[in-house]
C-alpha cells in the first residue's frame, strides 16, 4: 500500500490545464475530494483539479464515471465513501486519475467541471464526532512551562498520544466567520463575563476517518492506515482567558466549542502516499508499549507536511499589505503518528465512525517561527505586523489564513488548499 | 409553564389498570417518552403507561391520536419532536394523557399497546453532541481532596458549571453490556496496557434537549427551561486507573469514552413541573454571575429527584440475594441547575441541537450512603455485600442496576424505570 502506482506518477498531466501549472495546490497527482454546491444546487461530491472542480455527479450522469466508490462520493456529503474504507478511495482515486489525465476520452468535456470561484464548499462529512489531540512536544512544552516549569510535559505525553473530546456541531468550513465568544474568567478585580480579550488560532492537522470499529472491537496498529482516509488544515479557535479558568480538572470546554474551522479539500491518504516518513518516535528513549508500536508505523507512520499561517488585519486590508507570515511549520515534527491516534482511541473498545475527525494537536515545530498559536509566539515578544501593527492576540476583522503543501524527492508537490475565516465581534448579550 | 395542569390532578387515573397500582413508575401523571421496537419491526415512538407501551404510531393509525407533534413522536427517533420545542412536547402530554385516562373514549382499545416485556428498547434520540457536567460540590470535593487536600473544588466550582465534551457515539440503551476496556496507565513497577482494575460506576441524571440555537447565538436564563426536553438515568462508566493518567491538562478521555448507559424513557419536563424546588445556588456567599442568575431559576431551577444504585454480583444471582443497595441520593444535592447548564454551555455560542444529551455528572450527596460512585464510597472502607463478598470496583459480571423517583406533597410519585448493565470480560488485545 506504501508503494505509489502510477496516480503518482511526476510526468502525469492532466486535461485540466490549470492543474499543470508548477507551484498549484491540485494537480492531477492530488485529487482532493470535498463536497460543493452552486447556486441553490443541491450539495454533492467534487474533487479538486487546477482552478476547477469536477462534479463527481455530472461525470456519473455523463456515463464518464461509474461504480459504487464514484456514487458514494457524489453526495451531500462523503460519509457513505467514508464507511466504504480505505479500497474505495484507492478504486475513486484510479478512475478519476484515468479521467482527468492528458489523453483521456474525457477531455475537454467542460460540461463536468464547476469553476472553483462559483462553488460554494460545504463540510466534507456530517461530523458525527470530533476529538482533538495534542501531540506536539514543543506546544505542550511552551505552554505547560507557564505552568510547571520543573516539569512543563504532561506525564503521559511519551506513553500515549494525549487528548479530549471536543465538540462536532460547531465545526464549520473554510470562509465561514468566527463570532467572538463571550466567557468568563477571573480578572484581578473579580469574577468576569464578557467577550474573550485572549482568542487564538491553533494550527492543527485535521484527519477525517474511513470504516467503522463496532464498540467494544479496538483497532491494532496494523490495521489503522485502513482507518484513515484523509488530511486537511483545522483551526481550533481557543478563548485563552475562558480556557484557563476552565480547564481544571475536565479539560477546556466553551474554550473551544465557539467554533473549529476546516478546511474544505480532504487530501486522501492516498494522495499522501509519497510524503510518509518515519514515525518520530524510533529515536525516543522510553520504549513504547507493544500496542502503540509496529514496525510499519516507524518506518512509513509519520507525514511531512508544511504548514503556514497568515494574519491579515483591516489596516493592512486597507493599505494593500499581503497577509504577513506567522508561523511557518512542518507535521514533520509530530511525536505521534495519525496511525497511533486511530488505535490509541479505539483501545478502549471506542467505536470510531467513518467521517469523524480528529484535530492534530497545534503543530509547533522547535524553531522561532515555527510556533503555531500566538500564546506561543508572544513568548518571544508582541507580534510586529506591517504598518506597525502589535497583536499579542486576535481583534475583530482579523483574517487567519492557514495553507498547507507537501515535498517529497521524486514526486509532486501537492497542497491542502486554504483555511481560513475572519473574526467578527461579539454579540451583545442578549436581553431577556 | 410552572403550574401544573389538569396532567398532573392526582386523582387522575389510567384505563390501563397497571399505571393506577400505587408506587408503579409510569402512571398517568408521568407518560415518559421513548423509542421501542418488536420482534424486526421498524423502532417507533412510545409512552410508559403501567406495564404497557403506547404504540403512538398505531394510535395515530388508529385514527385515536393526531397532531404534528404525535407524527414527530412517532418514528424512530425523538429527534424531531425534540427539534420542535417544549410547545409540541406540552401539546403530544395533553393529548397523551387525555386518550389514555378513564373514560376515554380509547378505554380498552388494547391493539394500541405493547406489553413492556416484549418492547426492545432503543435509544430515544440519535445523539449529535454529548456534554458532561461535574455539578455535586460532595462528589468533586471528594475527589478532589485526594489530590488537593488544601482545595479540593475547581478553582471555578463556585462560578459556573464544570463540564467538558465526552463522547456521543458510545452513549447505549440500559440493557446493553458494557465491554471491561483495555488501556494504559503507570503501576509501580512501569508503564501497563492491560483490561481497566478499576472499573467504577456514576450515577448521574440524564438531561436532554429540545430546539437549536444557531453557532453564535447563547440561550439566555430565562429562556433556558424552553432548551429541557427531559431527564432520564445516565451511568458515565469510568476506568479509574486509566482517568488518573490519561486527565492532565486535557481532561477524561478513554476512561469515559469506553461506554455511558442511559435509560430508556425520557420523563418530560412537562412531568417534571411538581418536582421542581429552588436552584441550590441561593444560599452561596459568592454571586453569581448575571448571565447565570435569574428569579425564576432561583425560584424553581432544581429539581428534586431520589436517585438510587444497586449492585447484583454473579454470587449474589447464584444465591438467590437482592440486589444491594450502594448509593441512595437526590438530585436536589446539585450545585447548578438544568437551565444554568444550558446557558452556560451555549454562552460561547456554541449551538446545542435537538436530541443533544448532558450528563449531570456525579449525584453525590453529603451523608454517608449518598456517594454516587464507587470511587467515593470505598473512602470509608470496602464495599460489604450480601454473602460475604467484598468489593472496591466492578467485577466481571456484576450487574448495576440505577432507579430515580420524584416525589413531591401534593402531586402523584413518577418514576424513571431503570438504567442497567452488566460488565462483560475485556476482550483480548487482537493479534495482528
Not at 332 to 361: E, K
Request: net charge negative; charged share 20%.
Amino acid at each position: 500500500m506504501n508503494v505509489p502506482d502510477f496516480t503518482h506518477d511526476p510526468e502525469r498531466r492532466a486535461w485540466v490545464a490549470s492543474a499543470n501549472v508548477a507551484g498549484c495546490d491540485f494537480p492531477i497527482q492530488n485529487l482532493p475530494l470535498g463536497v460543493f454546491s452552486r447556486d441553490g444546487e443541491a450539495p454533492r461530491g467534487g474533487v479538486a483539479i487546477g482552478d476547477q472542480v469536477l462534479d463527481l455527479r455530472a461525470a456519473l450522469d455523463a456515463g464518464l464515471l461509474s461504480g459504487a466508490a464514484a456514487e458514494a462520493a457524489a453526495g451531500p456529503t462523503l460519509n457513505p465513501l467514508m464507511a466504504m474504507g480505505r479500497a474505495a478511495s484507492r478504486e475513486l482515486r484510479v478512475a478519476v486519475s484515468e479521467l482527468l489525465a492528458e489523453g483521456s476520452g474525457a477531455a475537454g468535456r467542460e460540461d463536468i467541471l464547476v469553476s472553483m470561484a462559483s462553488a460554494r464548499m460545504q463540510l466534507p462529512s456530517a461530523i458525527a464526532n470530533f476529538s482533538d489531540f495534542m501531540v506536539s512536544r514543543d506546544h505542550s512544552w511552551r505552554l505547560g512551562a507557564l505552568k510547571n516549569p520543573q516539569s512543563p510535559l504532561p506525564p503521559a505525553f511519551d506513553s500515549l498520544p494525549v487528548a479530549y473530546h471536543s465538540r462536532a456541531s460547531s465545526v464549520r468550513v473554510s470562509g465561514e466567520a468566527v463570532v467572538r465568544p463571550n466567557g468568563q474568567w477571573r480578572k484581578k478585580e473579580g469574577m468576569h463575563f464578557g467577550p474573550t480579550e485572549a482568542l487564538d488560532y491553533e494550527l492543527e492537522l485535521a484527519v477525517w476517518l474511513a470504516g467503522e470499529n463496532a464498540l467494544g472491537a479496538p483497532v491494532p496498529l496494523s490495521r489503522a492506515q485502513d482507518r484513515l482516509f484523509g488530511y486537511g488544515l483545522l483551526n481550533d479557535w481557543s478563548a485563552r482567558d475562558m480556557q484557563m479558568w476552565e480547564m481544571p480538572p475536565l479539560g477546556p470546554f466553551l474554550a473551544k466549542s465557539l467554533s473549529t474551522s476546516v478546511s474544505p479539500w480532504i487530501v486522501t491518504a492516498e494522495a499522501m502516499i509519497p510524503f510518509a516518513i518515519a514515525g518520530r518516535r524510533v529515536a525516543e528513549a522510553e520504549p513504547l508499549l507493544p500496542y502503540l508500536d509496529h514496525p510499519e508505523d516507524r518506518a512509513r507512520g509519520g507525514l511531512s507536511i508544511a504548514l503556514e499561517v497568515f494574519l491579515l488585519t483591516p489596516p493592512m486590508r486597507a493599505a494593500g499589505h499581503e497577509p504577513a507570515r506567522l508561523t511557518a511549520t512542518d507535521f514533520a515534527h509530530m511525536a505521534w503518528t495519525p496511525a497511533q491516534m486511530v488505535t490509541h482511541h479505539a483501545s478502549n473498545g471506542c467505536n470510531l465512525l467513518p467521517g469523524d475527525l480528529f484535530g492534530s494537536g497545534t503543530c509547533s515545530g522547535p524553531e522561532a517561527g515555527s510556533e503555531a498559536c500566538m500564546a506561543e509566539i508572544v513568548l518571544r515578544g508582541p507580534i510586529q505586523l506591517p504598518g506597525g501593527e502589535v497583536r499579542r492576540f486576535l481583534e475583530d476583522g482579523d483574517e487567519v489564513i492557514f495553507r498547507g503543501r507537501a515535498h517529497a524527492e521524486g514526486a509532486v508537490s501537492i497542497g491542502f488548499g486554504e483555511c481560513r475565516a475572519e473574526i467578527l465581534p461579539a454579540i451583545p448579550w442578549p436581553a431577556e
